[in-house]
């Protein structure tokens, strides 16, 4: 992810006479090559078990579908471009694959920010106006949020880079695929804040929030159970006829099948915040590094630093392969499926 000030994380893809074609591998690239399958296997598994399982296909999940949706896309336009773009001497390329490198890191990029940020717009509707929620919360509404979310970053994004692309691209032979942001200042310091920045201090601000929310309605509902089960509890206690004890077995009976909707519906609700932490864990580890280098890049240069650029780099290519992980990790049904398969590969061999 260069998102708006350079698509050249290599300090060896610059400008120069020789027109020898080298490769050269360092830990940056390496480090991509052997993620980026990885990426592709877990993500994929993980979308192929929410589109063939009916069980999975709720509302929630449809963010979920989305998140590994755009780290494959993301993945297949970016990860071969960016290896050889640090192992290449010079963008040996053309403009047309420029192009769709600078479409990959900006555009597939902050569509994985902003399918993350939804998550936590989902969260902050959940918990702020749950009555709300469920009953307008549906795959429909869900699957609507989510286009609107591609279409936002492609109405942000695609204006800079046709305008690159068609009026002041630079020699790239000289100075390799980037994007002249000196040309367009204002779209470049909008695209940083809008679609990467901004989301990204969202998704770490609302966390407390959440937490406070979810430990106030836990009080409210410890409240509203404790008088109506003493008062039960205390009235089983001391009658003794037959005639009631079979009243009152079926009095708690029927309580129970009708708790057993509020009960699954807490479920999932504590399994998307165990999500939604995870998922903020793993974006502040590993995009806020290097969303907070670009934004302060927008203000001051910040070529010199080159070693910062490359650790932030090391952190951001790790994170498409740790949704999928916790994704399975925490979602049970997910969990024992995976198991499930390989248990019968295992009996198979």
Known sequence: MDQNTSANFSTTNTANNDTTLQFTWS???????????????????????????????????????NVITSNIVFALLDNPLDILNFISSYWWLGNTWCTVYLYAINVSSGIVMQSHMLITINRIWAVTFPHSYRRHHSVRNAAVLVIAVWLLVHVVSLPGLIMDATLYRLPIEITGCIINTNEMPVWSIMLQLIIFALPNL???????????????????????????????????????????????????????????????????????????????????ACWTPLDTYYTISCFMDLSTYVKTLEFCEILFVLQPALDPIFFAVIIPDVRSQILQWFRYRWASK
């Open 202 to 284: 969202c998704i770490i601000l609302a966390y407390p929030y959440l937490v406070s929310m979810r430990l106030r309605q836990r009080k409210v509902r410890a409240a509203n159970r404790s008088p109506a089960t003493t008062k039960f509890g205390g009235s089983v206690h001391f009658k003794a006829n037959r005639y009631y004890h079979r009243e009152a077995s079926a009095s708690a009976s029927v309580t129970v099948t009708n708790n057993k909707a509020p009960e699954r519906s807490q479920r999932r609700d504590n399994r998307a915040f165990a999500i939604f932490t995870a998922l903020t864990v793993s974006i502040t």
């Open 27 to 65: 830990f940056v690239p390496a480090m991509e090559a052997v993620i980026f399958p990885c990426v592709l296997i877990f993500n994929g598994s993980i979308l192929a078990l929410f589109l063939v399982t009916r069980r999975f296909q709720i509302p929630f999940n449809i963010y979920l579908i």
